[in-house]
T-cell receptor, first 115, second 111 residues
């Protein structure tokens, strides 16, 4: 069964360093989402792509976070510089495009610890 | 903000039905009720969704009240592997509308 792939699974970094996360969605899925999940809370949407275009990045802290999906397939989320408060699970999800009422398929996530 | 209210935690004996309630009193006519669950250290997993009719699939049943202000997710025969956080989410009609997660219900299934 096709799955959303994410790497790395775990990342430890020091504050002020740059970090990057990678996501490979299920083949053919046009919509891609990045979520952040702080311990004890539900996931919060950071950015949504439709193919290579950003649909919603209203919750993305643009002074330090950036996301791209250059060819409309895989995606990278970057944080520069990382802050202590960025410690969280970063989840990627994908969904087939053009159809209504579809489920989102989530990857296993990248757990970031900022020291 | 999440548009749903769920109990923080629930317990259920293995083999018994788990009934997870959700209030969504401000749901509008074109919004669906979705349920996802998240097993520890994994990404969320879709369970089921519905508009106004009751729905059933291989994982669960979804019962939505006639006024659509609340719903119940039913796991008919809970197993230890059903221990997870369950999220009830109200989502717009468009399939690409974003999911807004609350804090969910932590279901503990015990032997």
């Amino acid at each position: 069964e096709a799955e959303v792939a994410q790497s790395p699974r775990y990342k430890i970094t020091e504050k002020s360093q740059a970090v990057a996360f990678w996501c490979d969605p299920i083949s053919g899925h046009a919509t891609l989402y990045w979520y952040r999940q702080i311990l004890g809370q539900g996931p919060e949407l950071l950015v949504q792509f439709q193919d290579e275009s950003v649909v919603d990045d209203s919750q993305l802290p643009k002074d330090r976070f950036s996301a791209e999906r250059l060819k409309g397939v895989d995606s990278t989320l970057k944080i520069q510089p990382a802050e202590l408060g960025d410690s969280a699970m970063y989840l990627c999800a994908s969904q087939p495009g053009g159809a209504a009422y579809n489920e989102q398929f989530f990857g296993p996530g990248t757990r970031l610890t900022v020291l | 903000d999440a548009k749903t209210t769920q109990p923080t935690s629930m317990d259920c004996a293995e083999g018994r039905a788990a009934n997870l309630p959700c209030n969504h009193s401000t749901i509008s006519g074109n919004e669906y009720v979705y349920w996802y669950r998240q097993i520890h250290s994994q990404g969320p997993q879709y369970i089921i969704h519905g508009l106004k009719n009751n729905e059933t699939n291989e994982m669960a049943s979804l019962i939505i009240t006639e006024d659509r202000k609340s719903s119940t997710l039913i796991l008919p025969h809970a197993t230890l592997r059903d221990t997870a956080v369950y999220y009830c989410i109200v989502r717009g009609r468009l399939g690409t509308d974003k999911l807004i997660f609350g804090t969910g219900t932590r279901l503990q299934v015990f032997p």
